[in-house]
């Protein structure tokens, strides 16, 4: 059995906030310095960005082919035929299983 772990860097900013956010710029932003802008994704310290991120990793794994375990909802599997690959999830870290190679060729072709 293979094995990867590993971290969604960035994980929060992928997917789009459900919230009514809006900031005014830092005089770090120069120019646009003292601008009101809008909020469009999740970010780590809002209220609702985990959960906003776990729904957005279901979807991309249901896109997969992947399906929750009954027992675990973080628990996700999908049959390869003479194995199943297993993913489990914990906030923005996963560990991914299977009888064969999970390392790049999985990323690179499942997870882009």
Known sequence: MKILVADISLAYIIADTK????TKLGPEFRDWAGKTVII???????????AQFHHHLCGELY???????K???DLWMRDAG???KYIAKYI????IT???EVA???ISMDFK
Do not use: W
């Open 63 to 69: 896109k997969l082919g992947f399906v929750p375990s």
């Open 40 to 50: 469009k994704k999740a970010l780590y310290g809002l209220t609702g960005s985990c």
């Open 71 to 73: 027992a675990d909802q």
């Open 82 to 84: 003479d194995h199943y």
């Open 104 to 106: 790049n060729p999985l």
């Open 19 to 22: 919230e009514r956010m809006h």
């Open 98 to 100: 299977s009888a064969y």
């Open 92 to 95: 923005d870290d996963i560990l």
